[in-house]
């Protein structure tokens, strides 16, 4: 009786496995390709940053006025200091639009003490619904600064609340707890100038954990202290430098982070702004961009650029970084089947068959295939149909790939930009690729299992997100807990 | 093999020898981080050391009138892009007898970066145009010239951003004849690189924007060049251009250079536009004639607090406010209508 049941399966699992065999080759063979694109890509865009230098844009009066747009939501603690670092941006023309998305905390009102803001009339630009607007500030100290307060509707209404706000003609969409360099919006600006048809352009996001920060600005660059922390920083150098820069170089860029990404205004409100049902309204917003533009047959590029740095804090316990990636796997999943219609389209050009077909296949059921893969191979030893021979040399066929990748992303940052410059940084992050591979690969796989599972049951929550603030030069060693609840 | 039924000789050879190569690309490539960390380390180190010399000679040369040998004892030739690149972090700020002093001491290694400015990727060659343009001497404009036609656009950039300053104006109508070569650049950039040439470029932008022979695009840059400037002599050819104008780039920027230096003698010519069928027509027309109308214009940007465009009615109650029709305004905050809130916003700045 059981035998026959076992031998029924036998060819499914067998199948199974050839799929599992399949989609691993496929996927890290796309990220070795993206690596090798990324390298050639970021040696020329050193070089081409050499040749048109920051201080010459500034010079030349050529920068288009952008808008910073931050949501806030019970941000007390940090809100007065992020303003601060915002207002001290290096860019000549531009407002910072901080929108308070109902927070039940302080936010408003220490905002309200530390800018001496005045309520304002502001008259809007588009017609885009969001939760109710309660007032417009505007600082009497720092004319630049304005703050919407408005119900709580989560991330993308209060972007959508800010972009109606909006004057200019770019606009810069941040987490209010991101941290960007001086210099971030002349750098992200550039693809504007260098391509007129550029209609959003994102830049780097680094991980802050282990870093001093001095009065909003990152100055200590130290990799973070937990180990969690550290296996992020490497992750983030293989999503951006490997994967992005990959991405970029076949102009095929279909993600653009929340946390730090430039806009055309115009574009994005013609596409009908950020989307409020999804979970993953910047993944959403940039596919959006993409289908409006071909559907309309708009010339128009969106661009992924390195040297822009903004700094973010990263979670340091497994609990939040599951229900962070938890989060991710489901916003990725709401883009990517709201516009399925663009999969293996050819009316979508190269992301129809390159970058959607990548996204759909590999990083969207990629984690079910993966997951069901390690149960699969697990009965199938169980079952001894699995010479222990090929068992070993898979997993260590599996570990090697994942540790070339990991290495090749260390490579490029050292190739380009070299922010880890403490001696043992580079040693650690050789080291950390090794580790890597072998646990924090699997958890990962598992989070976003449980996101797909998530979805599937149709949970839309944005999770709790526990934050440690920054850790400030006066008390790098002590950081002052801070849990604040994202948005939604 | 895995419950999968292939010849598992041949197999597992090929999984053994990927593995094998993949352990292989591993070390290599932790090798070449290794190998990029110490030769950057180096080399950082190596150009500290260096400058850390060259500084205090640079110093001496220019200000105390030490022998320029003394510093070019001190450049190797492998050192001697490097210098170029050192120098011109100086030049990039001076002008005049300064900027002539640092381009003598760049002199001798100005003739190694021609040989060499052809070679290499866009970028080197991008840079290297970039250094002979701003370290080179007169008889190294050629070069730049040159340069126009690279076919890499980035390099004929490079190229035509350092042509169009004040001093080059032989070298205007080169680069105005290949501003198709840029097409792909925002307007705005170009007009800024167009304006860098100062006052003197404005008779070249002048013929490029009457020329009807070009397109509407590249006059459109023309005219935004011109308001950088803030060409008053352009006003009058502004209106005229205006009246013929066809698409939205020109005649915003013919407006914009309106609002800038035109005077009440244009206002006609806008008026003609305030009912434009593409808004951001409109509302550049409506701004204008805030700047160039009187009070009789009043009533006719009024109405235009009511236009579909939010855009439109945000300029046309500023509009209000530059015409002095306060009247108007508070009327406007204290309806309903759809221009209410930004009638209030003007009065409350």
């Not at chain 1, 927070?103 to 009102?109: A, K, M, R, Y």
């Amino acid at each position: 009786m059981t035998s026959g049941w076992i031998e029924q399966l036998l060819p499914v699992l067998i199948g199974f496995n050839a799929l599992v065999i399949l989609y691993f080759l496929i996927l890290n063979s796309a990220y070795l390709l993206t690596s090798v694109f990324a390298f050639r890509a970021l040696r020329r865009y050193a070089n081409r940053l050499e040749s048109v230098a920051v201080d010459e844009l500034l010079n030349d009066r050529v920068l288009p006025p952008v808008t910073v747009l931050a949501p806030a939501y019970n941000e007390a603690v940090n809100c007065v200091e992020s303003v601060r670092a915002l207002l001290g941006l290096r860019y000549p023309d531009y407002e910072v639009l901080v929108v308070n998305d109902g927070s039940t905390d302080e936010t408003l009102e220490r905002l309200r003490e530390a800018f001496e803001l005045r309520r304002v009339p502001r008259a809007p630009t588009a017609e885009l619904p969001t939760a109710e607007v309660r007032g417009v500030y505007r600082s009497t100290t720092h004319p630049r600064l304005w703050v919407i307060d408005k119900e709580n509707g989560g991330k993308a209404d209060a972007l959508n609340a800010g972009l109606a706000l909006c004057r200019t003609p770019l606009f810069c969409a941040i987490d209010a707890d991101t941290l960007i360099e001086r210099d971030a919006l002349i750098r992200i600006s550039r693809p504007f100038l260098e391509d007129a048809r550029t209609v959003a352009a994102g830049g780097i996001i680094r991980i802050a954990n282990g870093s001093t920060v001095e009065s909003g600005r990152v100055t200590g660059i130290r990799l973070p202290r937990k180990l969690i922390a550290r296996f992020q920083v490497l992750e983030y150098l293989r999503a951006f430098l490997s994967a992005r820069m990959g991405w970029d170089a076949l102009d095929a860029t279909l993600v653009i982070s929340g946390a730090f990404g430039m806009f055309r205004r115009p574009t994005v409100v013609d596409a009908g702004g950020y989307a409020t049902d999804t979970v993953g309204e910047d993944m959403e917003l940039v596919v959006r961009l993409h289908r409006h533009c071909r559907e309309r047959e708009i010339p128009y590029r969106i661009r992924f650029v390195p040297d822009p740095v903004a700094w973010t804090e990263c979670p340091e316990s497994l609990r939040v970084l599951g229900r962070q990636r938890d989060r991710w796997q489901r916003g990725l999943m709401e883009s990517l089947w709201r516009h399925r219609v663009m999969l293996f389209n050819r009316r979508y050009g190269r992301i129809g068959w390159l970058a959607f077909p990548y996204f759909f296949l590999l990083e969207m059921i990629g984690p079910v295939i993966e997951a069901l893969g390690y149960v699969a191979f697990v009965v199938t030893i169980l079952l001894g149909r699995a010479s222990p021979s090929y068992v070993v040399a898979f997993l260590l066929l599996a570990v090697v790939f994942g540790i070339a990748l990991s290495i090749a992303a260390v490579a490029l940052e050292e190739l380009s930009f070299r922010r880890y410059t403490q001696g043992g940084d580079l040693a650690a992050l050789l080291g950390l690729s090794f580790v890597e591979t072998i646990g924090y690969r699997q958890l990962n796989t598992w989070w976003r299992f449980r996101g797909v599972i998530s979805k599937l049951r149709g949970v839309r929550s944005w999770g709790i997100m526990d934050r440690q603030g920054f850790e400030s030069g006066a008390a790098a060693s002590e950081p002052s807990p801070s849990p604040t609840e994202s948005h939604r | 093999m895995i419950g999968l039924d292939l010849p598992d000789e041949w197999v597992f050879r090929l999984l053994i020898d990927t593995i094998g190569l993949l352990i292989v690309v591993t070390l290599l490539l932790a090798a070449v981080a290794i190998r990029l960390r110490r030769r950057n380390s180096r080399r950082a180190a190596h150009f500290d050391a260096l400058e850390a010399e060259w500084t205090p000679l640079l110093g001496a040369v220019l200000y105390e009138g030490a022998d320029p040998a003394r510093l070019h004892e001190r450049v190797s030739a492998s050192d001697a892009e490097h210098f170029m690149v050192f120098v011109n972090r100086y030049a990039e700020r001076v002008r005049g007898a300064e900027l002539q002093q640092l381009q003598g001491l760049a002199a001798p290694y100005v003739g190694g970066l021609v040989r060499r400015v052809g070679r290499g990727s866009p970028e080197s060659r991008a840079q290297r145009v970039r250094l002979i343009a701003d370290l080179g001497m007169p008889e190294h404009t050629d070069v730049v010239l040159e340069s126009l036609d690279d076919p890499s656009p980035l390099v004929a950039m490079i190229a035509a951003r350092r042509l169009f300053r004040p001093g080059n104006e032989q070298h205007f109508d080169a680069v105005l004849a290949r501003l198709d070569r840029f097409g792909e650049w925002s307007r705005r950039f170009l007009a800024g690189m167009l304006a860098a040439g100062g006052p003197a470029v404005a008779p070249a932008l002048v013929r490029m924007l009457t020329d009807r022979g070009r397109s509407e695009e590249d006059r459109a840059v023309a005219a935004e060049a011109l308001t950088l400037l803030h060409e008053i002599d352009a006003a009058s050819l502004a209106a005229r251009e205006l009246e013929t104008a066809e698409t939205r780039s020109l005649a915003v920027a013919l407006l914009r250079l309106l609002q800038a230096v035109g005077g009440p003698r244009e206002a006609d010519a806008v008026r003609a536009r305030m009912s434009a069928l593409d808004p951001i027509v409109r509302q550049a027309a409506v701004e204008t004639l805030g700047a160039l109308g009187d009070m009789g214009d009043a009533e006719r940007i009024v109405g235009r607090l009511e236009d579909p465009s939010p855009w439109v009615r945000m300029r046309a109650a500023s509009a209000l406010e530059t015409l002095g029709a306060r009247e108007a305004l508070l009327r406007a905050a204290e309806g309903d209508g759809a221009g209410s809130v930004a009638a209030a916003e003007v009065l409350s700045a």
